[in-house]
C-alpha cells in the first residue's frame, strides 16, 4: 500500500471513533426532541379539543338546569328557555362532532380515542331523552344523572391531557384544570338540584341531602384547586369570587341548609335562584378558560423549546461534520504535497553528478613509466644489452 494511502487510512480510524459516538449521541438527542415535538402536538390537539368539550359541557349544564326546573313543576316554567338552550347546545354538540372527525387522534392512547367514541354514542341519546321531557315520562334526578354522566365523559377525556405530558409543571396545570372543571360542575349540579326543589315549591329529604353533600364537594374541592393552582390563578379565581352572585347564593344556602326537615320553601324564586346560580357559573367559566388559556400557552412554549433544541442540534451535526471534513481535506492535501515534495527531492539526487562529497574519485589512468621512481633509493645496475657479434668475413 502506497504511504500516502497508509496515512490516509490512519487518519480516518484516528478521527472516525469519536465522530461516530458524536453522532450517535447527537442523533439520540435529535430523536428525543422529534418525539417530543409529536407528543406536545398531540397535547396541544387535545388541549384545543377541551375548549370544545368544555363549550359543549358548559351548555349541557345549562340545558340540565332549565329541564330539572320545567319537569318539578308540571311544566309551567322554564319552557321558552329550555327550548333556546337546546339550540345552542345542538350547536355546540356538531362543532364537537366536526373537529373530533377532522382532528387525527391516532397518536393518542387507545383510552382516550374509545372515551370519544363513548361520548359521541351517549350524545345520540339525547334527543331520546329531550322526547321523554317535553312528555314529562321521566323526572329530574333521571335527568340530573344523564347529563351528569355525558359532562363525567367530557372531563375525564379533558384529565388524559396527563397521559401525554411528560412535563412536571404542565401535568400539575392540567390537574388544576381538571378539578376546576369538576368543581363548576357540582357547582352546576347544586343549581339543577335548587331550581327541581323551587320550581316544586319543596325538596325532598333526597333531594335535601344532596344539596348538602353538593355544597360540601365544592368547598373540598374549591381547596385543592387552591393548593395546585399557580400565585396567578389563584388570584383571579378569588377576585371572581368578589363577584355578588357568589354571597346571595351563600345566603341562600345557609337558609336551606337549616331546614332539616321536608316542608314546603316558597321564600326562593326559582327564577332568581337559577340566573344567580348562572351568574356565579358564569364567573367558574370565566376562571376555567384562564386556566385552559394557561395550558395552551404553556404548550406552545414546551413545542418551541424543543423545536429550537432540535434545528440547533441539527445544525450543530452539520456545522461539525463540515468542520471535521474541512479538517480531514486540508490535512490530507498537506500530507499529499508533503509526500510529493518528498519524493521530488529522492528524484534529484538520484539525477544530480557526484562529487567528492559524496561519492570517492576513481585515481586518473597513468602511464606506465610515471610509476618509476624518478630517484631511486636503490638503484640496480642496469643490465646492457649484449652486444651482436658481427658476421666475420672470410679472404
Known sequence: MPLESKIRSVLLLASGLPIFLALCFASYLVYENVQAIRTVNSLSKLAHLSLHLNALVHEQQIERGLS???????????????????????????ILRFVLK?????AMPQRLQDQQDMLLQS????????TRIDERTTGSNEVINFFTGLNTQSININAGMALLSHDAEIANMIHSYVLF?????????????????FSAGHFSFQNL???KELVTIQNTLADTFRSFASEGQRAF???????????????????LIKNTFIARNTEVDPR??????????DMLQDVEDRLASDILIKIEELHNQALFFTIAISSAIGATILLITAVLHSLFKKTAKALQEEREREREKEHEPRTATNHRQAPPIRPAHWNKPAFPSDP???AKPARQKLPQRSD
Open 68 to 94: 330539572t326546573g320545567f319537569l318539578s313543576n308540571e311544566g309551567q316554567l322554564f319552557e321558552e328557555e329550555m327550548e333556546e338552550q337546546r339550540a345552542l347546545t345542538d350547536r355546540e354538540v356538531r
Open 102 to 106: 377532522n382532528t387525527p387522534f391516532q
Open 123 to 130: 350524545l345520540s341519546l339525547t334527543p331520546t331523552l329531550r
Open 181 to 197: 372543571t369538576k368543581l363548576k360542575e357540582y357547582s352546576s349540579i347544586e343549581r339543577a338540584v335548587g331550581t327541581a326543589g
Open 209 to 211: 341531602n344532596r344539596f
Open 237 to 255: 379565581y378569588f377576585k371572581a369570587r368578589q363577584d355578588p352572585a357568589f354571597g346571595e347564593i351563600d345566603t341562600i344556602r345557609q337558609s
Open 272 to 281: 332568581i335562584w337559577f340566573s344567580t346560580m348562572t351568574q356565579k357559573i
Open 380 to 382: 640496480s645496475p642496469v
